[in-house]
């Protein structure tokens, strides 16, 4: 059975940092694409960001580049978001998923594994 559990969510002041976390199991990680999306209220569910089995290339959202950054660690079967210059706009249920292929999507159909979200709250 595959899990993905994310965490790092808070309540934070505009201009503060986040570190979310994402920790896979029931799957083999490093032959996995992983992402991370968010979904405001009353908002379609949007990529955020994307990294490949490797970790050696990445892909972001227009909206969070030169803010956010995605990492993993195959080793601990783990991916992470880096959110910097957190704005009230980031507010947001995130979510991590997995792609069996590893080209960088963007699409939410895309992925076959999903998490169940960690709240992010950033405060004006």
């Known amino acids: 059975q595959v899990q993905l559990v994310e965490s790092g969510g808070e309540l934070v002041q505009a201009g503060g940092s986040l570190r979310l976390s994402c920790v896979a199991s029931g799957l083999t990680f490093s032959t996995y694409a992983m992402a991370w999306f968010r979904q405001a209220p009353g908002k379609e569910r949007e990529f955020v960001s994307s990294?490949?089995?490797?970790?050696?290339?990445?892909r972001n959202a227009e909206s969070v580049k030169g803010r956010f950054a995605i990492s993993r660690d195959n080793e601990k079967n783990s991916v992470y978001l880096q959110m910097n210059s957190l704005k009230p706009e980031d507010t947001a249920v995130y979510y991590c998923a997995a792609n069996p292929v590893s080209l960088l999507r963007t699409e939410v159909a895309a992925y076959d594994y999903w998490g169940q979200g960690t709240q992010v709250t950033v405060s004006s």
């Open positions: 990294i490949n089995r490797s970790g050696g290339n990445t």
